[in-house]
């Protein structure tokens, strides 16, 4: 059984913690450095303060290979918060203060929407700063500013540092894909790879085949879908270097292989075909384009569907892809998904010869003449015939 917390209220300074429980709070920014070099300072700061100020160590250690300016939503965090609320320790100890996280505002969130309402104070062993204690703030306060200042201000020097590679070498910098190196000699540009090179070329030639996605390439390659992803979209691959700029558009190079690129144009084309053919939804949003079934299609759990197949709230697009659990497993996976709420929802939409009437209006009032191509007026033609119990001397005497 958990034991009960003693802590009736925040302590109001170091003068006050001493026996109180505690949890470790152990941050680097990536796994390499773990692997690497190891967190081994951090919980050296922190047992010395444990034995200072005579504190009671539970045994919890939150550990986290993450960016200190996205870790507040981390697994990690989310854990710690909840055992917090659960009553499992008193202090939490960082063992320096740009160790805790990077992002100020967050860190304020943290502490008064999440630990101090749980009775919980964080402390920066480093500095001996307590977040409870009201002399200290302005000093926690200094102290995540700087964090993230100093963040900020790096990753503009690694910006400029990729964007000047970019410039005298013709290398978009970062790591090097799957097929490429980068030359163990400064500057350490990017060349081919002729040991993996043929594994990234067959999944192009894999991919271009039409009959194929990249969840199933994964399955077959044990690489993962997104990365599969990206190297499909990887302009590297076809002998382009292509970065983007804070201040300009993206810029795109001839790599120093593009004369002879390991994909060539004809297999980068169609693999770019099959991509186009597969997307949907995404992009910037056409306001001049009318969505046909926006706002009459509903999932069954009651959230609206878009006519790309998504989920309009925007807080659940990523989570549901398809249609919720009311359909059940087997139905999400069928290839028909849609088919069945779709059809059961459209089938009943009535238009008559005074609704055509009134689109047709409205669509006279407009500034820029209505074109309808061919395939467009084959589709309406074919919801309307099929979808609808408009009479038919209505549909031809408007032209559908």
Request: hydrophobic share 35%; aromatic share 6%.
């Amino acid at each position: 059984m958990r034991e009960l917390r003693t802590l009736k209220r925040l302590p109001r300074s170091l003068d006050d913690i001493g026996g109180l429980r505690v949890a470790r709070w152990i941050r680097e920014s990536t796994a390499g450095q773990y692997d690497r070099y190891g967190p081994a300072s951090q919980p050296e700061q922190q047992d010395r303060f444990i034995e200072r100020h005579g504190l009671r160590d539970t045994g919890l250690v939150f550990q986290v290979a993450h960016s200190g300016t996205t870790v507040w939503r981390s697994a990690t965090m989310a854990e710690m918060l909840a055992e917090a609320r659960a009553g499992a320790f008193d202090l939490l100890l960082a063992g320096y203060s740009d160790r805790w996280q990077r992002n100020l505002r967050r860190t304020l969130e943290l502490l008064e929407d999440g630990l101090h309402p749980a009775g919980v104070a964080l402390v920066m062993c480093d500095r001996r700063i307590l977040s409870s204690d009201p002399q200290d703030w302005d000093e926690l306060i200094s102290e995540a500013a700087g964090a993230e200042k100093y963040s900020r201000r790096l990753s503009e020097r690694i910006t400029d540092g990729y964007a000047a590679k970019f410039d005298r070498h013709d290398d978009p910098g970062g790591h090097a894909g799957l097929g490429f190196r980068r030359l163990p000699d400064p500057p350490h540009t990017l060349e081919v790879d002729p040991v993996t090179i043929g594994t990234a070329v067959a999944l192009f030639e894999r991919y271009a085949l039409g009959n194929i996605s990249a969840r199933q390439l994964a399955a077959e390659t044990g690489l993962e879908a997104t990365r599969i992803r990206m190297i499909l979209m990887n302009p590297l691959y076809n002998g382009w270097i292509r970065r983007h700029r804070r201040t300009e558009r993206e810029t795109r190079k001839p790599a120093p292989w593009r004369s002879n690129p390991p994909v060539s144009d004809e297999l980068w084309a169609r693999v770019e075909e099959i991509r186009r053919g597969k997307t949907r939804g995404g992009g910037p949003k056409r306001h001049d384009r009318v969505d046909l079934l926006g706002g009459l299609l509903e999932c069954v759990c009651g959230r609206r569907i878009r006519n790309d197949g998504t989920f309009g709230d925007g807080r659940h697009r990523k989570l549901h892809s398809s249609p919720c659990d009311a359909w059940g497993r087997k139905a999400r996976l069928a290839d028909t998904i849609w088919e069945e709420p779709v059809l059961a929802q459209v089938a009943g939409i009535a238009v008559d010869d005074a609704t055509i009437a009134s689109v047709v209006v409205v669509l006279g009032s407009t500034k820029r003449p209505v074109e309808m191509d061919r395939q467009f007026r084959q589709r309406i033609e074919r919801a309307v015939g099929t979808k609808t119990r408009a009479p038919a001397a209505g549909r031809e005497r408007y032209g559908l």
